[in-house]
Structures are given as structure tokens and as C-alpha cells.
């Protein structure tokens, strides 16, 4: 069954430092998603992507974050310069039309 | 601003009981719900997706239930087993895709 993968599973950086979190999507989806969670806390949606282009973010996903789809496969999330607030689970998800999403197994990002 | 509530926040019951789970939601104006299963440090299994033009939806031992009127939602889980246990999260989406969700309900079913 196609399955949304996610690298790395963890990840440890210095705070100000610039961390890219890899998705690839199910292959005939549509619409991306990137969403975190931080410890104890709910899932957050930070953006959806869809047609190559941003179609809706959230007040977290400020200019610190962005997007990517550079091949038509990997889909990215860039976080600039890290924060210690920046530490959570983050999640890919990816839907084929406006239905089921299916998410992925998470980074664990941790900034020290 | 869509806010999403899931009672109890941790539920204990015996292997084979039937149980119920509760979300609510704060404005009706939702383009589908879903049932999602988080195992612990894991991701998130999509275990059911209402549109909001429907009542219910079964998968196996599983029924959702949706009255969108009232803002609310169930999770009805039939026979349960340890494996059961998890923490269950209801999100609901709006007509641009994003899934708001709520806190989740932590089942643990005792063998």
C-alpha cells in the first residue's frame, strides 16, 4: 500500500541553525500538507501546498519557513534560522483530492 | 475560530468492552471530519473520514458518527483489544484542506 515517507526520522541542531525536513508525498496526490506537534500539545497545521504554490498557511509558518516541491517528488520544509520553540514532531501529509489525508511517520526535530 | 474538543482525555477500560469517544467542534461550516490513531511517538493512521454530508461511516469493529448541526462527533469502538490502545484524534477540514484538531483521547485497554 503507498505509504508517505519522511527523513530524517530525528534530527538535533544548534538554535540559528538552517534544518530541511524531506517528504515524498503517495505519488498521485495532489494537495501537501505540513503540520507539527510539539510535546503534549495538539497537532498544528502550518501550510498546505497544492499546484506548486503556497495555498494556505498558518500564523506559525512565518517567514523563518518555506516550502518546496523541487522535483516533482520531495516535498520540503525549511526552517532558516532554528528556534528552541521550533522543537516538535513534524509532519508531511498528502491527499489526492479533498478527501482522506495520509501523514507521514514525523521528524523528531530537537534544537538545542 | 474553529475549535475542536475531545472528552475524556484519558479513558482505561477492560479487554472486550465496548466505548465511546467525543469530539466537538465550534462551527458547523466543516467539509468532512476524520478519525485519525497515534501510537506513541509514532505518526498518524487515518482511521475514518466522514463527509459532512453523512451520518456515519464503519470500518471493522469501528462506527464514526457525525451530527454537524450540533457540532459533534463519535468514535464507537466494539469489543476492544489491547491493541486498541492508542490515543485517538478527531480533526475536522474545511473547504481549504486544513485539518484542525483536537487534543485526543488516550484509550489503554487492560488485558
Known amino acids: 500500500e503507498p505509504e508517505v515517507t519522511q527523513t530524517p526520522s530525528h534530527q538535533v541542531t544548534q538554535m540559528g541553525q538552517e534544518v530541511i525536513l524531506r517528504c515524498v508525498p503517495i505519488?498521485?496526490?495532489?494537495?501537501f500538507y505540513w503540520y507539527r506537534q510539539i510535546l503534549g500539545q495538539k497537532v498544528e497545521f502550518l501550510v498546505s501546498?497544492?499546484?506548486?504554490?503556497?495555498?494556505?498557511k498558518s500564523e506559525i509558518f512565518d517567514d523563518q519557513f518555506s516550502v518546496e516541491r523541487p522535483d516533482g517528488s520531495n516535498f520540503t520544509l525549511k526552517i532558516r534560522s532554528t528556534k528552541l520553540e521550533d522543537s516538535a514532531m513534524y509532519f508531511c501529509?498528502?491527499?489526492?483530492?479533498?478527501?482522506?489525508?495520509?501523514f507521514g511517520p514525523g521528524t523528531r526535530l530537537l534544537v538545542l | 475560530k474553529q475549535e475542536v474538543t475531545q472528552i475524556p482525555a484519558a479513558l482505561s477500560v477492560p479487554e472486550g468492552e465496548n466505548l465511546v469517544l467525543n469530539c466537538s467542534f465550534t462551527?458547523?461550516?466543516?467539509?468532512?471530519l476524520q478519525w485519525f490513531r497515534q501510537d506513541p511517538g509514532k505518526g498518524l493512521t487515518s482511521l475514518l473520514l466522514?463527509?459532512?454530508?453523512?451520518r456515519e461511516q464503519t470500518s471493522g469493529r469501528l462506527n464514526a458518527s457525525l451530527d454537524k448541526s450540533s457540532g459533534r462527533s463519535t468514535l464507537y469502538i466494539a469489543a476492544s483489544q489491547p491493541g486498541d490502545s492508542a490515543t485517538y484524534l478527531c480533526?475536522?477540514?474545511?473547504?481549504?484542506?486544513?485539518?484542525?484538531f483536537g487534543q485526543g483521547t488516550t484509550l489503554q485497554v487492560k488485558p
Open positions: 466522514i463527509q459532512s454530508s453523512q
Open positions: 505519488s498521485n496526490h495532489l494537495y
Open positions: 501529509a498528502s491527499q489526492q483530492t479533498q478527501e482522506t489525508q495520509y
Open positions: 501546498f497544492y499546484n506548486n504554490e503556497i495555498s494556505e
Open positions: 480533526a475536522v477540514s474545511s473547504n481549504t484542506g486544513k485539518l484542525i
Open positions: 462551527d458547523s461550516a466543516i467539509y468532512n
